[in-house]
Every structure is written in C-alpha cells, then in structure tokens.
C-alpha cells in the first residue's frame, strides 16, 4: 500500500523551482570537499515525530491522522507505521533514522510481552532495512512518558524503578545493536529535580553515571562499537535537568570517567533554552572531543519552550555547519530532523514540505560554510588576532615556557596604554552577510 501517492521521488530541482515538492538546494550527489552532500548531512528521520506525534497539544486533541491505515497502539499500526516511514524517508532521499523504544512498538502488558513486540517490528524493520539500504543512525529508550519515571529514571527515589529502567535500556541497547545503529542517546526526560527539598542532587547523579557505565559493559559484550551520546537540555519537562548544556554534560561525562564511550547529541533548540546559540553548543563539544551528532531544530526566540520547528534559518545552519566542518564532519553520528511540523500543517503534504525546507536549509548552510571557509576573511581574522602569540613573550605563554615573575617583569617594560586590537564585530558580521546573499 502506498500511503503517500501524491508524490514519487522528491528530487532536486535548483534554486528556481517553484515545485513545493521539490529541492531547491539539496543535491544530495553533488560533491562538496571531496564528499557528497548527502554523506556531509546525514539526514535522519525521528519517528517520533514523524510517524508518532498528531499534533496533540497541552490544549487540544491531535489534528494529523497518523494511523496509517490501522487500529493506534496496535501491532499491525506499528507495522504500518514501518510501512509509512521507510516509503517517506526513500521518497525524501533519508538514508537514516532514529527512534525511541516506545515509538517503535506498543507496550505489552509487561516488560516481556513489550519485548516481544519490540523484537517483532525489529525484524520487521530490518528487513525493510535490508530493501532500502536505510540504516540506523541511533536509537534509545524512552525514559519519561511512563508514570513510574516521574521521580526520574537513572535518578529515580526508587530501586525497583531503576531496575525496570536497566531493564528497557538494555532492551533499546538490544534493538539498536541488531539494527546495526551507530550511536546511543541518553536525553535525561526526568533526570532531573523539581525541588532541593526532597532529592538527594549527588547520589541521584551517582546513580545515573553508574547507569551508564553499566549501560556501556553491556552494548560492549555484545558488539556494539557505535558512540554514546548525551543530548543535554536545561529544563522541561524538570524545572532542573542534570545535563542542562554541553559544559555541564562534559563535565559529568568526565567526572564519572565515561568519557572513553561518550559524546554529544547537539539539539539547536535546546541550546537556545539553554541561554546559548546552537553555534556555541557545538563548539563547546567540538573543542573537547564530544561533537558526536546533532538533533537538528529550531526554537522559537519569542518563547521559551521546546517548540521543536524544522530548522529554517539559514544564518543559524550555516553557523552550525561552520561549526561541524571545522570540526571535521560526522563520523557515527548525523543530522537527526527532531523536529515536526506545525500544528496546523497536518496533511501529509505538510510533512513532506517540512522535511523539504529543513533539509534545503542545511544543504544551503552547508553550501555557505563552505563558502565562508573559502572566503577566508574569518579565520584570517581570528588567525590575525591571536598573532602576538606566535612570537616573543607571547610565544613563550603559548609554549607554557614563561612564568608570573617574568610575565610582570615583562610588562612594565611595555608602553602604556595597551591596545589589544578591535573586535571587528560588524565586519566580520558583513563579511557573512556579502557571502550569504552575494549570489
Ligand atoms: C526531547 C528530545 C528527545 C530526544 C530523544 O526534547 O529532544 O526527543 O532527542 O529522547
Ligand atoms: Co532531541
């Protein structure tokens, strides 16, 4: 059954294509640095929101039908969402996809019946898998949608919680390993607190590093070599959570020495309700070695929620692609859409257009950073400013080969009052601005 007949193969058209259904950016085969577009993004699918989501808000019902054909909660609705997803992702051009435990399958009355539904779809999904060519960028479990993790799961009050918490962890480890996935995500849903006043901060986060170290001895024995990833988010749905930016999350990673195993999952809209840009996020990954994949989005500025909008601004994806090439690209991770359509954009024609914009979005801001690289005025800028260090006293700090006697004897030598050189802000803010629009 076909689900999406309105559209075939969505192809590259050029920037002038007024065909919705068309990319205006996105070549997938065009080479760029010696690598194709489609292999610098990796666009992944999230089949939460794309197969699952309706659209259901804080006040109002769903608007999408999302069923596919099927009877929701059902097994053969899960088998009709594989259906649904794998016809969507090969007519997008989608070589990866991401999921949730509890995306995938519905629950069973317990934990084994909901395993056996997970191993059903699993081997429904693989061979769908093994048609397509589309593979597993990451999966994960579903920690936070269960009352029984509403003190946390890792950093549950309650033992008999964690274990059940091992316990889908171990499975979702189970199911990512057979799809071949190449990373796994730890998004702390409910780790996190709600008031000092009844949690126990250091041994809820004792808990969830033991977690994760156990976590990590099990995908190992049984051959997993993909990556580990920390998506860190301040709040909601905790009013506190514990990995609330990647400085934060780094600095966990490394206290609880798991830092062998783990990187990343870089969110746009959870850096901006973190207070920082996407851009610093990723930059803040990239310097310490953690930059592993990227949950692509964007938030509103105006407001101060997770309203997970397909990423469109090009001035945002072409800083985060500056970021992730300097970088040196993705390796086990890639370019996850966690993000879904509008509300009111609830035809299946809105999903598509909304993969669209997103996708073209970042093959634009690829295109761009590019063309920043080439440009060159940036980094000879930054390389220009830092230029006192490459000789002299300030070669001998950059060699660490100086100490604080010699450093003060040294500047009462120097001529009052110093200049350390404009910032350059608007400049380089122009520079950006002539390569982004000049053709
Ligand atoms: C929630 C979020 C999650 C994670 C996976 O804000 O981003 O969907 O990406 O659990
Ligand atoms: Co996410």
Known sequence: MEYFDFVDQVKYEGPKSKNPLAFKFYDAEREIYGKKMKDHLKFAMAWWHTLCADGTDMFGSGTMDKSFGQTPATMDHARSKV?????????LGIQYFCFHDADIAPEGKNLAETNKNLDD??????????ETGIKLLWGTSNLFTKPIFM????????????????????KAIDCTVKL???????????????????T?????QENIANLMHMAVDYARSIGFNGDFYIEPKPQEP?????????????QFIEKFGLEKDFKLNIEANHATLAGHTFEHELRVAAINNMLGSVDANQGDLLVGWDTDQFPTDVYATTLAMLEILRAGGFTTGGLNFDSKSRRPSNKP???????????????????????ILEDGRLDQFIQERYASFNEGMGKKVRDKATNLEELAAYAETLEEPLDPGAGKQEYLEA?????????
């Open 83 to 91: 259906d649904a997803g794998f016809e969507f992702m090969q007519k």
């Open 121 to 130: 779809i699993t081997d429904y999904i693989k061979e769908k898998m093994d």
């Open 151 to 170: 003190n946390g799961a890792g950093s549950s009050n309650s033992a008999d919680v964690y274990a059940y918490a091992a316990a889908k962890i171990k």
């Open 180 to 198: 071949g996935g190449t990373g796994y995500v730890f998004w702390g849903g409910r780790e996190g607190y709600e008031t000092l006043l009844n």
């Open 200 to 204: 126990d901060m250091k041994f809820e």
């Open 238 to 250: 905790m009013k506190h959570q514990y990995d609330y930016d990647a400085a934060t999350a780094i």
């Open 349 to 371: 024609e809105d999903w598509f257009e909304a993969f669209i914009v997103g996708m073209d979005s970042f093959a634009l801001g690829l295109i761009k950073a590019v063309a």
């Open 431 to 439: 520079v950006v601005n002539q390569v982004l629009f000049s053709n």
